[in-house]
């Protein structure tokens, strides 16, 4: 797999990030992969999506999500929620996020059916991230992931779930605007991250 580095890889090493370019197997296509000292990983940006209410067929904000707006304030990257959570119509089923990270530039939400799960294997339904976040699938795990097309035509790439002594996610990761954002559903399909992934939407906590 030849490698090859920008010159705004170059810049990046001078604040700090480490980032690389794959140029063979249809990956450089999708544009840079960067990986920042947390583990960010990136493909091709695409455009920010409207904000407002889901009264015409806007995007709204999701009701899991709404407890979690005052604290997401002062975050300096887009805060982009998914409108759309698999099993969220389910009967007897009730979703709970908590806000398991939060830096200057990166959050990453759990997702589960009890509201002290935080992200436990029992009761993980998944997560949704923006910005770098230690667990964001990087360049290294290129040999896994695939490419996939957003509803827009944008470019992501997936990484399907592996199971051990308990099954882990299948992530979807994509860019909007210059900022990595990922999707996962613990043992989820593709369709599940794409519903995710195509939802996702401006969230403000005004």
């Known amino acids: ?38 583990g960010a990983a990136s493909v091709a940006p695409r455009p920010l999506p409207p904000a407002g ?6 995007m709204t904000v999701n009701p899991v999500f709404r407890p979690l707006l005052p604290r997401l304030k ?47 294997t029992a009761c993980r339904l998944g997560e949704v991230t923006g910005g770098p976040e230690v667990d964001t699938p990087t360049i290294f795990d290129y040999p896994r992931g695939r490419q996939v097309r957003l509803r827009d035509g944008s470019l992501a790439l997936y990484y399907p779930y592996t199971c051990g002594a308990s099954c882990g996610d299948s992530t979807l990761v994509f860019q909007v605007q210059g900022v990595v954002y990922t999707a996962s559903v613990k043992a989820g399909s593709l369709a ?8 996702f939407a401006p969230a403000t906590a005004s």
């Open 1 to 38: 797999m030849r490698v090859e580095v920008s010159r705004y890889c170059r810049l990046a090493r001078v604040l700090g990030v480490v980032c690389a370019l794959v140029t063979v197997g249809g990956i450089g296509s999708a544009g840079p992969i960067v990986r920042s000292p947390r």
């Open 74 to 120: 002062g975050v300096n990257v887009p805060v982009l929620l998914p409108t759309h959570l698999p099993h969220q119509d389910s009967k007897g089923l009730r979703l709970y996020a908590t806000l398991d990270d939060r830096g200057q530039y990166s959050y990453l939400i759990d997702i589960g059916f009890d509201p002290a799960c935080h992200g436990a």
């Open 192 to 199: 599940d991250v794409l519903s995710m992934a195509n939802s």
């Open 53 to 58: 209410s889901r009264v015409a067929g806007i």
